[in-house]
């Protein structure tokens, strides 16, 4: 038996099953038959102060990001607040995916959260620093951590099994 060569495919193995893993966790998990997805988060980096502003050129970057990185997921459905910022984050994968995006209220997120548990597929949400972490604990009854209103890049993926098993997992695009 050669060390070398045992060695050798034991480590092309694991560094096979790491890049594998890595591949798997990298992205947001595609819905399976027996599941749904949602991916939920915050608006891109807004413009201005005032009342409804846009997305500036670092929000615009940021939006054809998760764009991009959502399409991979294969979102069914996406919702926005009708506010100008989250649907201009929204809009690429719209684009993308050829899906219209659907608006919510924020103001009403027990009734939005109801409505999302009787859909199936992989749903995407884009909201506020305020309102995205608290849609995330309606939806999988688990308490979720604030979003600091400087961090735009925080995605929450929370996947519900038909027997109603529910995970949740927090992860960062930039």
């Known amino acids: 038996m050669n060390t070398f060569t045992d060695t050798s495919l034991r480590l092309a193995c694991a560094k096979a099953l790491l890049v594998a893993l890595a591949l798997v966790f990298a992205f947001p998990v595609p819905a399976v038959a027996n599941e749904t997805v949602y991916v ?3 608006h891109a980096e807004k413009a201005t102060q ?9 929000g615009k ?5 998760l764009a991009a990185y959502l399409q991979k997921a294969g979102v069914t459905k996406i919702f926005s607040s009708d506010y100008q910022r989250t649907r201009e984050t929204v ?21 939005f959260a109801r409505e999302l548990k009787e859909m199936s597929g992989t749903i995407a949400v884009c909201g506020h620093s305020d309102t995205t972490p608290q849609l995330a604990s309606l939806v999988s ?3 979720t951590e604030p979003i600091p209103e400087t961090e735009y890049g925080r995605l929450y993926t929370v996947v519900t099994k038909m027997g109603g098993e529910t995970t949740i997992r927090v992860s960062e695009i930039y």
């Not at 809009?91 to 009734?111: H, K, M, Q, V, W």
């Open 50 to 58: 005032s009342p409804d502003p846009g997305l500036n050129e670092q």
């Open 40 to 42: 939920l988060f915050r």
């Open 61 to 65: 970057e940021r939006a054809l990001a």
């Open 141 to 143: 009854g688990q308490v």
């Open 91 to 111: 809009e690429p994968l719209s684009n993308l995916t050829g899906i219209e995006i659907e608006l919510y209220d924020p103001r009403d997120l027990e009734a």
